[in-house]
């Protein structure tokens, strides 16, 4: 929505207190308030209505109803979709390790590869882990078949691949296996 919207979710709204004749807190009438206490609960009410009805679905909807604060929706969600931090860690873990076990299969094409790898590399980002592009074209060189060797071998040979990103990588490459796939249909002729 904006900027409040978000300020909203970070810091949460309380109603304004004031200290009564004892000393103790007390919720201050609403009628006393500044515009600025004002303007604050008008963010986290509008906010709050926005993921109310426009970002969740029934289910989940049930599991926010008696939050007051945008703040305490929010958690509640990010709790539900993405876990504590332990399931966070646990789930980074076993990303990690799907990532280190990717290779392409002799029968798949270099496009079903890519959007597989990218899939793994969305997630991580979900999970507010980013794999370095270095890293995610040394394990594309690392983990295809034996049939693009020669393609990587001149790659590695005459371009710097730790400054190449992943797209111009892929690119290369499915550039090699269409040129290997056209080679193979001439010879069938």
Not at 118 to 137: D, H, K, Q, W, Y
């Amino acid at each position: 929505m904006d900027e409040h919207a978000w300020q909203s979710i970070l810091t949460g709204w309380t109603a304004p207190k004031i200290v009564d004749k004892d000393g103790d807190y007390i919720i201050n009438s609403e009628t006393t308030w500044t515009t600025e206490e004002a303007q604050i609960l008008s963010f986290n009410a509008k906010t709050i209505n926005a993921i109310f009805f426009f970002s969740v679905d029934m289910r989940m909807f049930s599991l926010i109803t008696d939050c007051v604060t945008a703040k305490d929706a929010w958690h509640t969600l990010q709790e539900n979709y993405e876990g504590s931090e332990s399931v966070k860690r646990t789930r980074m873990r076993l990303l990690n390790s799907k990532f280190e076990n990717i290779r392409m299969s002799k029968d798949e094409t270099i496009f079903e590869y890519d959007q597989r790898l990218r899939e793994l590399v969305t997630e991580a980002f979900n999970l507010e882990e980013l794999i370095s592009n270095e890293r995610l074209v040394n394990k594309v060189l690392r983990s295809l078949p034996e049939r693009f060797n020669g393609k990587i071998w001149a790659l590695e040979e005459f371009k710097d691949t730790s400054k190449m990103n992943l797209t111009e990588l892929m690119s290369i490459i499915q550039v090699f296996e269409m040129n290997i796939t056209a080679q193979k249909k001439d010879k069938g002729k």
